[in-house]
């Protein structure tokens, strides 16, 4: 009798216990919910109070919402406050630094991540052109988000799609030039 | 089919080598202006072209002469209504003068050609040889953008620059006249990088180079077809088609394409730089 007492206790206990673990994840999964505010500055506080108490996984979410509002309210000073908003995130460790530059150039810089590098070109660059280019193109796509539409600069994406092109051009007529040398020292 | 157009197509050839020519004289004050970090137009590669100018106006000064007379011929057939009169023999005389000019079109082109193809073929390997050290070897992707964007960053609004070359379909003469746009505004201000002018150079050449081949290979075998069909004296669709051929490499057909619109950078304005900006 006492044994089936303290199977039926062990059994309420573990209801309560899973009710209780269950609210607290279904109150994570609400303290971690994207931003509803339409005001940027808001959003990115409510965002970063989000990071700050454990909703760090969510945090490309975040950056993604946060470029939503930006485009729905475009203005100049939208590119300062992501950016502010990734330095701080950098600082709160949850992103590297070079994420955050990364993050930060891609959407609101003229110059394109994807074509990086410290070799020469012919290397570096040349073997992999297609899917470099490839990945330039992807990019100014979220140039015009980040830039057009959320930080109303039309200038700096024109910049950005006409570095494109002139890197298209460059890289097609050095490109030739370095197969031709390579097959100029082959032949030797 | 052999219209007056012709004798403005070789005027406007003229014009664009020209234009070949002045490039040649300014791209050193553009080059200074711009400032590059790279060195693509040596004195060697600027003797290269200016002697690819010289020998395609030679070639243009000789033809223009012969296509006018084709052009006066053409009117006099047409005007003594010898279309479809077989057998008149003033028409017949006409028609046999007229192969024999087109001959001799061809003699040009072929004497010609081949000091073209070697000009062409020399400011190629210059140019190749410059792009593949000086951007090949001596930039890295990131610098590549910065040498780039930095001499774009100060042009002049996009509708005075040359739109960038296509895949095919662009003409010699067209692109010199193009350049000849680029160097009307670098007077004004800087203007485009001299990677991408170097650029857009190397790969014309490379492709007239692909088209004086081609044409050489059709005129040897237009001119064994005329003179087997010297005893018609008719202006036959063959040497229609070679005459196409000449004027593609000379005096091609203007392609507007329309360049996506980039207003002007404004250097005074003070903008947000961010610290995490490359």
């Known amino acids: ?188 | 089919m052999f219209n007056r157009s012709a004798t403005s197509s070789v005027s406007r050839c003229i014009n664009a080598w020209s234009a070949s020519l002045l490039l040649v004289l300014c791209l050193p004050v553009f080059a200074d202006k711009s400032g590059p970090v790279v060195r693509l137009f040596p004195t060697t590669v600027l003797e290269d072209i200016r002697e690819t100018g010289q020998v395609a106006e030679a070639m243009e000064n000789s033809l223009q002469d012969v296509i006018a007379r084709m052009d006066m011929q053409q009117q006099l057939y047409t005007q003594s209504l010898c279309e479809g009169a077989e057998g008149d023999q003033g028409c017949d005389r006409i028609g046999k003068q007229l192969g024999a000019t087109y001959l001799e079109m061809l003699n040009v082109m072929q004497e010609r050609l081949p000091d073209m193809e070697i000009a062409v073929n020399n400011t190629r390997a210059s140019l190749e040889k410059r792009l593949r050290e000086e951007i090949g070897y001596r930039t890295t992707p990131t610098s590549l953008q910065d040498t780039l964007l930095g001499e774009v960053s100060a042009a002049g609004p996009e509708k005075d620059r040359p739109a960038l070359r296509g895949r095919s379909g662009i003409r010699l003469s067209d692109r010199f006249q193009k350049y000849y746009e680029l160097v009307a505004t670098t007077r004004e201000g800087p203007g485009r990088s001299l990677a991408v002018v170097a650029s857009d150079i190397y790969l014309d050449m490379n492709e007239a180079s692909q088209l004086i081949a081609a044409t050489q290979q059709e005129i040897s075998r237009a001119a064994l077809m005329e003179q087997l069909n010297q005893s018609f004296g008719l202006i036959t669709p063959e040497m229609s088609a070679v005459v196409g051929g000449v004027k593609e490499i000379l005096f091609g057909e203007t392609m507007d394409r329309s360049s996506i619109a980039a207003p002007p950078y404004m250097i005074g304005e003070s903008e947000f730089v961010s610290p995490l900006a490359m």
């Open chain 1, 1 to 188: 009798m006492s044994r089936l007492k303290l199977l039926s206790t062990g059994c309420v206990a573990g209801l309560i216990l899973s009710i209780t673990a269950g609210c607290a994840s279904q109150q994570n999964a609400d303290a971690c919910n994207l931003p509803q505010t339409s005001d940027l500055d808001r959003a990115i506080t409510n965002v970063e109070h989000n990071l700050a108490t454990g909703c760090e996984h969510r945090f490309h979410d975040y950056f993604q919402s946060l470029l939503v509002v930006a485009a729905d309210n475009p203005h100049s000073n939208n590119r300062m406050l992501m950016s502010d908003h990734l330095v701080r995130s950098h600082e709160q460790g949850v992103i590297s630094k070079r994420q955050a530059q990364g993050l930060y150039n891609r959407y609101f810089s003229v110059k394109f991540v994807s074509l990086q590098g410290e070799y020469n070109t012919c290397s570096q660059t040349c073997p992999v052109r297609d899917k470099v280019m490839s990945d330039m193109k992807a990019e100014l796509q979220d140039k015009e988000l980040g830039l057009m539409r959320a930080s109303a600069d039309s200038n700096s994406y024109y910049r950005a799609d006409n570095l494109l092109k002139e890197t298209d051009l460059v890289l097609e007529a050095t490109c030739r030039a370095c197969a031709a040398g390579n097959r100029q020292v082959s032949q030797q």
